[in-house]
């Protein structure tokens, strides 16, 4: 899935979608007919032929806008020239995943790009079509910016027309049909008066066969064995329909140099059913110097733990570790790539290979300091105490996710309420994940004052950990503080601006922080946290959620100071594309 930390910030499609470039030449396999012929026009409800022009929003420039252009940009020495080749395989099948995935988003999608191209669309109109693959404005709830079409919740996984309940009845006319119509793996298509479930290897055949055989080629280059064996197995899949052992090979990557992802994972396309995958693709490179970090970290996880405000009966022992991989990212296709931009990521998704082998997060380095200079430092230009501004910086941004991760590994896990086993999860029911996300966004600062006293971590981090902590408080809430992050940033952030840790300057209107007061306050919370979640409280918990979860008039204005000023996310360029040229 991908992760909260991730949110939204935006991608764009700046290698067209819809031409292979010097990608392998590939027919693309058939798809089926636009679901309408005509279009709506919005305010009439007459259906008009298809050859009338398409409707685009006015403010399709304002909407661009809202992405801030960005070089996804790394350090050629740190690939070896053996790897540069395997690398130039990969981006050309994830060129091809891309190109599966428009179709998965709509079927009407190409036609539809076309008629732009037609009809001489502005290019801001072509280039948010190609940011969202598709016609539909995934910042505005998928409400159509080209065209009135609502976007259909079968996405192009299933007949455009067909209903959930129609679905459900036939699963349940036909049992033996029932496994490949859920599958993750396949689409679902009319023929005559029948439904079929055609899996992907056939659906897109021509596509898949050509990246198997790219990733294949990949895999003869690559030497970096476990790595060979992934990719040997992910083309295998493609042409078989079944994924386990190439998800299973993923887990084994170990040391490789590059950490890669190519296949069809999430499900929040399918609106219909939340069953079929999307294509997509990470190209990334193993971080040095964030890998070193945590290594080093990890050695003082006993210490660390045993400084948590929780008395010792209550840890308990976690279940499968979840290792954390720091990347810099090259390259990205596919369902990834749409809309805002992926900041971190854990995979796979097949609860099977979670259950032997664990997953594993992936933390995207370069498209996280993207995000903080684009988007965090305005944001902390408007919102933060100017004296404290030259205090935040991505070093110590990227250390605080860091710990925010480490953090979700600490405290209780296996408990026990009312003399019966269960877990904390489980005890604390729809509010865990809230709950959860703040006690690692405490946990971690606690964790973070620790390590500096004790010089895991700079000197320098006691002054910057707190502020920039601040600052990230207002682009994880820019969006709504319903999700479970969002909301457990607000917990957090009204606890300790109660506290006296942060406080307000009602004449600049600007947050600052209380220095005297920060450990203190934060070591409290997460007394708080570590104990309802120990005790499996549920009313603890919603307590200090219907306490704190509100969003206080001055939050709101500082809110509404960012709208339509500070970039929502980056639209990237892959410098990978123009440099991969002379390898
Ligand atoms: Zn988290």
Excluded at 181 to 201: C, H, N
Excluded at 288 to 294: D, E, K, T, W
Aim: contains cysteine; hydrophobic residues 40%.
């Amino acid at each position: 899935m991908v992760l909260s930390f991730g949110r939204p910030l935006a991608a764009a499609a700046l290698v067209s979608i819809f031409t292979a470039c010097s990608g392998p030449a590939t027919k693309p396999d058939p798809v089926p007919p636009p679901a309408a012929e005509t279009e709506k026009v919005a305010g009439a409800d007459k259906v008009v032929a298809a050859a009338k022009k398409l409707v685009i929003a006015t403010d399709v420039d304002k909407r661009l806008a809202q992405f801030a252009p960005t070089d996804v940009d790394f350090d050629e020495k740190l690939i070896k020239p053996a790897f540069r080749k395997v690398l130039v395989k990969l981006v050309q099948a994830a060129k091809i995943l891309d190109d599966i995935y428009l179709d998965q988003v709509s079927a009407d999608n190409r036609a539809l790009r076309a008629k732009l191209v037609a009809q001489q669309a502005p290019q801001a109109a072509l280039d948010y079509f190609d940011v969202m693959y598709g016609p539909w404005d995934r910042l505005e709830g998928d409400k159509p910016f080209v065209g009135s079409g609502h976007k259909p919740h079968s996405a192009g996984f299933y007949p455009a027309d067909l209903t959930k309940e129609q679905l459900e009845a036939w699963i349940k006319a036909h049992p033996a049909e029932e496994k490949a119509f859920r599958g993750y793996f396949t689409v679902i298509r009319r023929q005559g008066d029948k439904l079929i479930a055609v899996p992907y290897s056939e659906a897109y055949k021509t596509r898949l066969t050509a990246a198997a055989k790219l990733l294949r080629e990949a895999a003869k280059l690559s030497p970096h064995k476990a790595l060979s064996k992934y990719l040997e197995l992910r083309a295998a899949a493609f042409v078989s329909n079944d994924y386990f052992d190439s998800d299973m090979a993923w887990m084994d990557l170990g040391d490789s140099p590059l950490e890669v992802v190519v296949g069809p994972y999430e499900v929040y396309e399918d609106r219909l059913m939340g069953y079929k995958a999307a294509f997509e693709a990470f190209i990334n490179l193993r971080d040095p110097v964030y890998s070193a970090r945590l290594q080093k970290l990890a050695k003082y996880n006993t210490q660390v733990e045993r400084n948590l405000p929780l008395p010792k009966k209550y840890f308990t022992k976690r279940g499968t570790a979840s290792p954390i991989s720091v990347v810099i990212e090259l390259f990205t296709a596919g369902d990834t790539r749409a809309g805002v931009q992926t900041a971190a990521f854990n995979l796979p998704n097949d609860e099977r290979v979670r259950t032997k082998k664990g997953s594993k997060k992936v933390m995207l380095k370069n498209v996280t300091e993207a995000k903080f200079n684009k988007v965090l430092i305005p944001i902390a230009k408007r919102v933060v105490d100017e004296k404290l501004i030259s205090s935040i910086d991505f070093d110590t941004y990227f250390t605080d996710i860091l710990l925010h991760e480490m953090a979700h590994g600490m405290g209780p896990g296996q408990i026990t309420v009312g003399g019966k086993k269960t877990t904390v999860n489980r005890a604390l029911k729809e509010l865990y994940p809230h709950i959860e996300e703040c006690k690692a966004d405490i946990v971690g600062l606690v964790n973070g004052a620790y390590l500096i006293k004790k010089r895991g971590l700079p000197r320098a981090m006691a002054k910057k950990l707190p502020v920039t902590y601040l600052a990230g408080v207002f682009r994880a809430t820019r969006f709504g503080t319903e999700e479970a992050h969002g909301k457990a940033v607000l917990v957090a952030f009204n606890y300790l601006r109660k506290g006296g840790a942060f406080t307000y300057d009602a004449k600049t209107k600007r947050f600052s922080v209380d220095y005297t007061k920060f450990d203190k306050v934060v070591r409290a919370l997460a007394g708080e946290l570590l104990m309802l979640q120990a005790k499996g409280s549920y009313a603890d918990a919603k307590k200090l959620i219907d306490t704190y979860g509100k969003i206080s008039p001055e939050m709101q204005q500082a809110l509404a100071s960012l709208k339509g000023v500070v970039p929502v996310d980056i639209r990237p360029t892959y410098t990978i594309l123009t440099k991969m040229k002379s390898w």
